[in-house]
C-alpha cells in the first residue's frame, strides 16, 4: 500500500505541476538542528520552520500571498536543501538563493532585508537593526518582527542580539540559537556573548 | 481538526483513504490509481471545499463520482490481490465471490454498500457523500445488502 501510495501520490503531483495548480513547493530537509520545514515560492524561499511542520500563521500568510496551491515538491527544494547543507558543514557563509519577503508587512519587511545584510558570524542587536530598518524608535517592534522570522538561518536572525550581549530570544528556541552561532563563531558563552560590537 | 487550506494539507489528510476507497470501488490498481489522481485534481481545479470542514464528503463525493464515470466507460475483470483490501472476512466464502457480486452492484449502491459496510461511515456522511437523504442512503445500503448475500447463496 505504501509504494502504491507512493506512486500514485507522485504521478498526481506531477500533472497538479504541469498543470499549474502548485504556486509553493514543500518539503522537509534534514539538518543537524531536526527536520526543517522549507517552502520555495514564485520569487525564492517562503519558509524555514523548524520541526518539520509548517507554521499556521506562515501558511495562511502564504495562501494570502500566493493562494492554495502549496503541495510537496522535493526537486524545487533541492536548491535549498544543498544550501543548508553546505552551511552547516560549514563550507557555505552567504546563502546564493533567493528569499521571498513578499507575504509579510512593508514593516517586517525592512526589518528582515536589514537582518538578511548582516554578515556571516556578526552579531548586531536589535536596536541596531531598527535603525538599519529606518525604525530607531521602534526596537520592542522590531524585535517582534525579527522572532517572527518565517525563514531562519538564511535570513539570519540567529546574529542579532540583546542590547546587554546576551542572546535574546530565538523562535527556532535558544539552544539552535546558540548552536548556530558556535557554528559561525565558535564557542558561546554561557550567558550569551559580550557586549556587541555594533 | 482545522479546515486545510493548502492542497498539500488536504492531501496528507485524505489521500490514504481516498485511494483506499478507490481500490475497493474499482477493484484494480490502475484504475484506482486513475480515480485517486482525477478526485486530487478535480479538488485543486474547484478549491475551495463547498462547505467548511466538509471537504472529506467532497472528496468522497468527487472520488463516487469519478468510479461511476470510469465504470461506465469499460468494465474490467477484478484482481484477487487488490480485492484483499475490499471484502470483509466471511467464512465459506471466498474473497473471489464477494468481490464478484460487489462489482454486480449498479454504481450508485456499490458506492453506498462500499462506504457503510467496508469504509464503516455515517449514514449521514453517506448521504452527504451520495447527495440523496438519509433515508435513501439507508435503502441503497439494504438493497444492496439485500443482492449480496443473494448472490453468496
Redesign the interface.
Known sequence: ?IS??T???E??LT??RR?G??AVG?RVVDSPLGPLWVAVGPRGVVAVTYGGEPD?RD??R??RAYG?????DARRVDPVARELDQYFAGRRRVFDVAVDLTPLTPFQRRVLSATARVPYGDLVTYAEIARRAGNDKASRATGGAVGANPIPIVVPCHRVVATDGTLGGYSGGLDNKRRLLQLERGAVPAGGWPKSRS | MSVPITFGELLDRHEREILAYALRMTGDRDDADDVYQETFLAAFRSWPPPRRGSERAWLYRIATNKVIDASRKRKRLVRMADLQLAAPDRDGVTMADLAAAVRALPAGQRAAFVLRRVEGLEYTEVALILECSEEAARARVSEATKKVREAMK
Not at chain 1, 492554495?68 to 510537496?72: D, N, Q
Request: hydrophobic letters at 60%.
Open positions: 500500500m502504491v501510495m506512486d500514485a501520490r504521478r498526481l500533472r497538479a498543470e495548480l502548485e514543500y499556521a501558511l495562511a502564504i495562501v492554495p496551491g502549496v503541495l510537496p
